[in-house]
């Protein structure tokens, strides 16, 4: 059974700070995906990637395909950050979520 | 700029009642996908389409859930009888190709359900 942990469950930050969110799934996967979940509910796919290093904006997402764990970064981070982000395992359709990771980013 | 539209954003209702929730895909996108998201459980697969065909459902109590696409611009989940414990967020979500893999997914804004 693939499952998929995140860390931290929950992350403040300073106006400005580098953040960093890591995932790691159990099973092979085709591609995992990254998304945002604003304070108002509303989801949206930051990136979905397969192997490497994907940027937009001050967001770049990394995978490690061989120890199955990937990281989403925030370069000078700013309180619109402030979300939840969720990381989802992608093995034919069959997403598997996250728990997720509340950022606040304080000015 | 195209989205996913789901309706209604919010329902309240009795036990018992039946509840439809519909979701309009982004026009093009072939692959529709239910979820439901708890504080308990968070997001969890319910059913997805392919093309308006179902593809897997095995996520949805069958008992009170259906799911159906009944053309290519529209969604819905229904349940009937509803119980207190579907009380939840459910989110559409449209994608093209041939797996979520093919393309990010486009979230609807979600129907928040409460069943007193």
């Known amino acids: 059974k693939n499952e998929v942990e995140q860390s931290p469950q929950n992350l403040t930050a300073q106006e400005g700070e580098f953040i960093t969110i890591n995932c790691s799934y159990s099973?092979?996967?085709?591609?995992l995906h990254w998304l945002q979940q604003h304070p108002g509910g509303g989801i949206v796919s930051l990136f979905m990637l397969s192997s490497g290093k994907k940027k937009h904006g001050r967001l770049i997402a990394t995978i490690n395909i061989q120890e199955k764990h990937s990281s989403l970064h925030i370069t000078a981070s700013h309180p619109r950050d402030s979300a939840v982000y969720i990381c989802?395992?992608?093995?034919?359709?069959?997403?598997?979520f996250g728990t997720g990771t509340r950022l606040q980013v304080f000015p | 700029d195209a989205r996913v539209t789901q309706t209604p954003r919010h329902k309240v209702t009795e036990m018992g009642q039946e509840v439809t929730m519909r979701c309009q895909p982004i026009l093009g996108h072939n692959t529709v996908f239910w979820y439901r998201q708890t504080m308990m459980q968070g997001l969890e697969l319910l059913a997805y389409?392919?093309?308006?065909?179902?593809?897997?459902d095995s996520g949805m109590p069958k008992d009170r859930f259906s799911a159906e696409m009944p053309d290519a611009t529209l969604a819905t989940l229904k349940i009937q009888p509803s119980e207190p414990r579907d009380s939840a967020v459910y989110f559409c979500?449209?994608?093209?190709?041939?797996?979520?893999?093919?393309?990010?997914?486009?979230f609807g804004n979600g129907t928040r359900l409460t069943v007193t």
């Open positions: 979500a449209s994608g093209l190709g041939q797996g979520t893999y093919n393309s990010p997914l486009h």
């Open positions: 389409f392919r093309n308006r065909a179902p593809l897997d």
């Open positions: 099973v092979g996967i085709s591609a």
């Open positions: 989802a395992s992608d093995n034919t359709d069959k997403l598997i």
